[in-house]
């Protein structure tokens, strides 16, 4: 095989790997926690579950006039943390170190300014899909 077979080969290689890595289905927090007014679209129409699921993103049909087929909240470290900003009830003080706000038995996300960022957990009870 020559250097360019070498780079073709590489190239599949790549995409294929990035195939394989989106596909992952979102958590039912990831997706139950999202109010429907706030969902990007991720599909196309007539996208069936399955299809949005392969694609990494959460399917839900049951509310007309928003995206069925939608991204997903963030992942974060453990269930409980899953929940839109504006649902973050402050659990600390501006300043608060993770170890801090960990030791209260809350959660930290420090990715969106101006919203706590140790906030209080829910329960995964209320997650469905």
């Known amino acids: ?6 780079q073709l080969l590489a190239v599949l290689l790549v995409l294929g790997l990035c195939a ?9 927090c990831q997706c139950s926690r999202l109010s ?3 969902r990007k679209n991720c599909g196309f129409p007539g996208i069936t579950s399955e299809q949005c699921f392969d694609k990494g993103c959460c399917f839900d049909s049951s509310v007309a006039g928003v995206p ?8 974060q470290e453990l269930e409980q943390c899953v929940m839109e ?4 009830k402050d659990c600390g ?4 170190s993770p170890e801090e706000c960990t ?3 809350c959660c930290f996300s420090n990715l969106i300014f101006e919203v706590p960022w140790c906030f209080f957990p829910k329960s995964v ?3 469905h899909y």
């Open 1 to 6: 095989m020559g250097p360019r077979g070498a």
């Open 93 to 96: 003080y501006p300043g608060i």
């Open 125 to 127: 009870e209320d997650c």
């Open 68 to 75: 069925w087929c939608f991204e997903p909240l963030p992942k």
């Open 85 to 88: 900003v504006s649902a973050r």
């Open 20 to 28: 394989l890595a989106g596909g992952e289905k979102p958590s039912a």
């Open 36 to 38: 429907p007014q706030n």
């Open 103 to 105: 030791s209260r038995n």
